[in-house]
């Protein structure tokens, strides 16, 4: 139940990020250690970013929706 519980409070957390982002219009992004297995579409709306941090998550694969990044130059998915 901890673990649930733990698990919804990260991806709330992770949620928020992005949410703020959004309104921020901002250049960089750090998802790093939220313990996810996929990246949330939502990150594929933040247009403006030039970095993102992917890193000590679980993720096995990334998806071709990256392309949607124009600005990305930095990409950290180290510790996956």
Not at 17 to 29: Q, R, V, Y
Not at 53 to 62: E, F, G, Q
Request: charged content about 25%; aromatic content about 2%.
């Amino acid at each position: 139940m901890a673990r649930t519980s733990s698990s919804r409070a990260r991806l709330a957390s992770v949620d928020k990020k992005i949410e703020e982002a959004l309104k921020a219009g901002a250049n960089s992004l750090s998802l790093s250690g939220a313990d996810l297995t996929a990246v949330p579409a939502a990150v594929f709306n933040l247009t403006t970013l030039t970095r993102l941090h992917l890193d000590n998550n679980r993720l096995t694969t990334l998806p071709d929706e990256l392309i949607r990044l124009r600005n990305l130059r930095e990409l950290d998915i180290g510790q996956n």
